[in-house]
């Protein structure tokens, strides 16, 4: 039994991660931080753990807990001033927000619009998609969670590009349902306004943008552009990013469809499926890529749910790998479907 | 033509009444006031009504401007404060929030928790329902109009309360589109929490309560009970309210039909018909209202577009009466069907 | 290891028990019969079960198989055909049609439209809620399974009833999803008809009526009137039931609140709570059931998912019983929260 | 007044030019065709028309009639049919569905899968999109109303081919509203599948692909590619297309702005804004379109209602170019805006 921790527990990441921890077979989840709620029972603010946890929010992790990893689901530049003193005490940090997710620092300050304050663990960090760097995963201390538009760009773009068989420039037109967007209300998010409508936003301008061209250039080898359009959908769960992609190769309907094959063909949560579907994934760590060639463009379909494998489960199965846990326990279930 | 204005023109009540007066054949709407916008075109403010009206708004309404009408949209409590030196000013008033609609002053100081402050006005103010009190309004220089619940729950109950046929006590279930808890985000209106859920709110205490009841007991001819129970579901447009009553008298299901097809066989914009539905009322004036008779209890269905026959359209029917204009001028068309 | 299988395994409440099945500690799910797709493998009609079940759709289930119990998900009035074989063959059933619900055959025919052919086993059938017939559920071995609405009901209503309270005349107002329905599209549950609307059907004759009528008669000891109005909301899962009943003691809203806590303190599905919301429940075996007391009246929430604790979850959790495994085995997760 | 007609008046297209046309001044609607309801009053079908329409369905439409216009509203390949006879009868035709709309025979049996059967109307039909083709709509007879799709689509393209700053190769990326895909239930229009999802379809093979290529290769003045990818998101109504195009010179994001600020200063139903906006448009003739420049890609977006101006809307203002009508009139109201 591993302990482990959640600083920032009442946000939608961490309350999903007390969610799938409670039930993990191998964690028994010990402590959650949270400012505004210090001191309530954890399953008073969020009524639906009743009877499968059992503590209250603290203000602090405390070292006494002897926790084994921790993760920081907090705003973006909050976590890279609790990560020094958890590596300190030696505890693994699985990082949700996008403090350790790009590599270089001048381009997490072009994005984010501040310095980084801990270089020491950036450099360490290693980017969490582990059907991508599983490898890489086993061993690492620092995990940087993929956004969850970028998991769902990544997973679909990336195979071709390794292949070689596509140009290093690809058009995401990202589709996400609201609970992406965080639990603090706004007028974007306020039914009137999104409940009937497909809203645009942050275009070109959005955060998860180079994290897909960082993933980009390394699969291609070459310095890629990625345009990445967000989009608002009224669904509460789910993504669905189409992304488009030129051959620079004569290469078939079935050539392409191989490449996916081959690259996913083996993994228990991303699936190389005709039909991509948000219903046969919501509620589960499964993700769907899937793909049309269309003359001499590929549109690539990659599927989520974006609270699930694109954030709090992707970082369990993380965690289950830093911690040397087999990489799907506790979350091998399938989608809602329905 | 007549020359009208609106107090609180950026909420969504006063967003729908420049939408339906901006193209109202009679009608100049010469002033808005907005005290975050003021200065600002309406038409930025408001997109939708470029090319429609091309005024802006004002912090204050001006005498000087010959206005012949006024609807106050602003929230409960500040409407008493604006009404009294607009009617000093011989302007007529249609007031939307809640302030003029109960004629009791302590039911007033109950639900709303502050004393009345214009308790001249309140006694000459009328009610704005035209279809139950069409020749006072014709007269009237003080309208309430009515909530939006309130107007589909007394549609639905007050021909049977004439009847004599049911007893004055009413359970009225109503379900809500969003945009009817008005433009100001919240935690309940965040779509996350709400757009795939139905979340019941102030049960026994909404305010549209009380004005349920006044009604019922001016035509029940005694002491009503009225349970309302609202609840919130995820459309953006829309009410039905389900209202039971208990038959006290034998009466066939034809018989219940037969009052409501006499109370509205000749009204212009609200219908007694076999399905009601929100669907063929959203976006116009009028309403629906049916009926099914199970056992002793009727279930009576009141069902309109919170925005217009709910609030704004209604506003519009009230001013032609007031203004001698054909009531139905400027609302005459028909629902969005789909 | 106890061997199971479904009859009807298409639909969308045989689709939800292979969901749940697949990943039961206890089971082994070994036959699945679908008319339309015997011979294709279950994970190609269903793309979400990949990985989780690798068995083919039959046209029959075999005697050979050896399996301890069947889920039967057909429609009303096939079950009564297929339940004396396997009952011939000592397989124990749990039905999920209405065809073993009401224990009177006169009332079957009145509201089925047809004789009940198979009386024998309807005597000995017993009604699937395991929070109100737990000890009779050990030890049966024909379950009907009860219908989502009425689970809502029955929940919400039964304890007051029991307590003699409240008269034995109760109100239900309910709001379902739309996967209530089943999978054959019709106008109704076309989108835009009803994906932004609230659509009242079957009012006062909808066959869940009687079960709900059934209930309260046992718990209130009197002949009961239920007046069921049920009513299709935008959204894929969850039934919210507003269920009115009438004080007949002096009780004050505190001594309703112990009733309830009393009856379900103990439960691990059943949750007595200040805010019931099918968004904490949905995806899971959870229900909410609230209360609040306005004059005179209670009104009681009934939430749940439909498709769990509506439908194929309590039947898993009715088969926990019977094969004398853990009740909550294969169902011991929260719902999704957000 | 001019006298109009409808064949196939109770699909979605048909029945929402009836609600247009029945508050049209200058237009009476003189008749309605339908096989399965002919016979039946309109407004009993639909019964939101109920006091503004009172004519029957009628299997066919009577040269006696003295039409000056008919609309036909009826499935692919039946148009075709209908219209010889309409124009020797010397009535003036706005077809809704894709029969007229393909300049090219083979193009059309290509994507169709039969032979065109009308050549002779084909070659004198015009494409009724009247911000792009105006002066021939003034004197044309047959006029092949656009896709819902294609209007967004090339509304948001043109203006950019046009300048030469692109080139003609565009990615379509389409969300749509359930309703354009019409009144017969199916599978992926079934809530449950559809309520809280997002769905591609027909990748590649949309039959709106070869009406938005028709275009931009006439405003590029050369072969153009257009990939087109529709996706179906949870919404009655509306279409939000992004359109992608790479810059073949430099343009700076003012140079692309000023370019749709030419095109569509001077028009009265679509506009060139910052916040592209599907509320702001939906129950009106109105339609957005915007821009960002990312690196060298523009993505431009268009935004309508699919069955206003994506269909019926678009049809009305062509029949009032044709009828020598003021081009608005009967369409002239702001959009829903909440």
């Known amino acids: 039994m591993k302990k482990v921790g959640i600083i920032g527990g009442t946000g939608y990441t961490g309350s999903e991660l007390s969610r799938l ?3 993990h077979p191998d964690i028994e989840l010990a402590a959650m931080t949270s400012r505004q709620n210090a ?12 009877g499968y946890l059992d503590i209250s929010f603290t203000e602090k992790i405390s070292d ?8 920081v689901a907090t705003p973006h530049g909050v ?13 693994k940090v699985v990082d949700l927000s996008g403090d350790y997710r790009l590599r270089d620092p001048k381009q997490y300050e072009k ?3 501040h310095e980084h304050a801990d270089l020491d663990n950036l450099s360490k960090s290693v980017y969490g998609l582990p059907e991508l760097f599983r490898s890489k995963l086993k061993g690492a201390v620092v995990v940087a969670n993929p956004g969850c538009y970028a998991t769902s760009a990544i997973l679909a773009v990336s195979p071709l590009m390794k292949s ?3 140009d290093a420039h690809v058009i995401v037109d990202g589709k996400s349902g609201t609970s992406g967007a965080g639990m603090a209300p706004s007028q974007r998010l306020h039914h009137p306004v999104c409940g009937e409508s497909v809203i645009p936003y942050s275009v070109g301008s959005h955060r998860h943008t180079p994290e897909i061209e960082m993933a980009v250039d390394m699969f291609a080898g070459s310095s890629s552009e990625v345009v990445f359009v967000p989009q608002l959908v009224p669904i509460v769960r789910g993504i669905l990013s189409s992304c488009y992609m030129r051959l620079n190769k004569d290469a078939s309907s ?3 469809s191989a490449i996916y094959e081959k690259q996913y063909g083996a993994e228990r949560f991303v699936h190389y499926v005709k039909e991509p579907s948000i219903r046969a994934v919501v509620g589960s760590n499964h993700a769907h890529v899937g793909s049309e060639t269309v003359g001499g463009t590929v549109v690539a379909f990659g599927v989520l749910d974006n609270l699930v494998k694109g954030a709090s489960g992707q970082a369990v ?9 087999e990489e799907a326990a506790g979350l091998d279930a399938p989608g809602l479907g329905v």
């Open 21 to 23: 921890l409670c039930v």
């Open 39 to 50: 001191g309530r029972k954890v399953s008073d603010a969020s009524p639906f753990l009743k």
């Open 64 to 71: 006494a807990e002897g926790l084994d990893l921790v993760f």
């Open 79 to 91: 976590a890279m001033k609790e990560v020094p003193a958890l590596r300190d005490a030696g505890i």
């Open 111 to 113: 994005w984010y619009g």
């Open 164 to 166: 070689g068989l596509v």
């Open 254 to 256: 079935e050539d392409v």
């Open 317 to 325: 199965q993380c965690m289950n790998l830093m911690l040397g846990l």
